[in-house]
């Protein structure tokens, strides 16, 4: 099994830069070989994906973040940050940890980024 927990949502002003994280626990060989991703989701949509980072190191971005936020994958494996600029009010979500591994899919408990204009 594994536990993943996030950090860092909070309140910044349009423009500004908020720095999530997310840290992952239990099993190493589960942990090393997953994809590790952010999604985020708004009232009444659909959960979806902002940025993910497979085991070797490669990238994906959604359009819409793409050149202001930065996904980045600790050395130890277990730890995975986004790092957000130039946020925009249409960034305000609740951002979820996810893991994804041999089809199984883990979440943490999520985190509100709200941005004021």
């Known amino acids: 099994q594994v536990r993943l927990v996030e950090s860092g949502g909070g309140l910044v002003q349009a423009g500004g830069s908020l720095r999530l994280s997310c840290t992952a626990s239990?099993?190493?060989?589960?942990?090393?070989?997953?994809?590790l991703g952010w999604y985020r989701q708004t009232p009444g949509k659909q959960r979806e994906l902002v940025a993910s980072?497979?085991?070797?190191?490669?990238?994906n971005y959604a359009d819409s973040v793409k050149g202001r936020f930065t996904i980045s994958r600790g050395n130890a494996r277990n730890t995975m940050a986004l790092q957000m600029n130039s946020l925009r009010p249409e960034d305000t979500a609740v951002y979820y940890c996810n893991g994804n591994v041999a089809k199984l899919d883990y979440w943490g408990q999520g985190t509100q980024v709200t941005v004021s204009s």
């Open positions: 980072i497979t085991s070797g190191g490669q990238t």
């Open positions: 239990g099993s190493t060989s589960l942990i090393n070989a997953m994809a």
